[in-house]
């Protein structure tokens, strides 16, 4: 066997649980490169007891997983935070128990899992991050803070530690580029991060699993079976931060217009409060669909839409967008809706892939859906083609290569 790879990330999934396939997908084709992989997650995203609070190993086939303890949590607040640092703590007490790494991969909620870091340290093993969302700045970001409160200067100065000692980075978000040169912590700028060591590389889709899964696990859905209407689909999160409230007053906007109805699948804190909203204000045209459903049945969901939708809060994505439904989405072939002009990397703008601006009524969005759904047959079609050809981009085959070579790098190094 060849050199071991610890992947860790206390919200990744096992193969039963999985939201986000980024990690078993790497994992898949580290493997195939020859490296060993464990993959570290927490007990609390599985939904399982481990045995005196330490942790679990299981085996899912080829995919080797240890499932941590760490506290059980609802919502976004402190417990989760706490649930986050719990689990890396619990990670470095028994950091002994496991095969040592050469490498560790590790998903960064900075500044709660710096424990990792130690991990690394303490077994010698090269320690590469990779960032999905810029904690703690998101928190400013969102108006939950300030950046100058002393605390938010305390929680940097745990990212910037965090970074400093990090044998390669890697980021999802083009714009985290930037983020660290804004911050003065790259050597160009003055701080100690050397821009060779940080590298962009985007969440993505298994193209060939994704054509396999929608052809395999179709719906027993009347209304997504239906040919005669325009069906706009959301999948996702709903929460303040996606703004499905706007989507759905923009389906308000068009119930006279009996062709366009509007699905919603998914859950968060915001679900029951818009599903009675729905009621109250009687749409009839929007429908909340399962709060969750597997994985291999999202491929079907997303390419039965006549338009696929993204909304987002206007702050966010201000540094770049990784949301795994994007990628969901180029697969399924369909125009794109988002209502947030995608900084550093606005994959949707740049390819004619649909509309990505800056929209914040729902009488804009309604229009932006209207221009996607009733454009001339031809040109419908021929958005589709780019849809699909710029999914291949984002093929993991390709970005796992990407991700290989910087682990190469910080073996090297």
Known sequence: MGKRIWIVNAQTGSPDKVANPRYLEFAKYFMAAGYDVITFNSSQREGIEVPSRK????????YKFVHVYAPEYVGNGIKRIYSIWKFAHNLYKNRNAFEKPDVILHNVHAPFDYPIVKVAKKLGAKYVTEVWDLWPDNFANFG???RRNPVMMFFYRIERWIYEHADQLVFTIAGALQYLQDKGWTTNTGGKIEMARVHYINNGVDLKQFDYDRDSYPREDADLNRKDIFKVIYLGSISFANQVQMLIDAAALLQRDTN????????GPQREALEQYVVDKGIKNVHFKEKRIPLCECAWVVSQATVNIMTYEQRFGYMGVS???MFQYLAAGKPIVCNINIAYD????DNELGVSENISTPEAL??????CAEQPRYRYDGMCDRVRKTAEKFDYKNLAAEEIKVIEAALAS
Not at 260 to 267: C, E, K
């Open 55 to 62: 942790y679990l190993e299981k085996q899912y086939g080829e």
């Open 346 to 349: 606005n994959v949707i703008r």
């Open 366 to 371: 309604c229009q932006a859906i209207r221009n």
């Open 323 to 325: 949301s795994g439904k």
């Open 144 to 146: 939950m803070i300030s």
């Open 260 to 267: 366009y109805h509007f699905f919603i699948y998914g859950n």
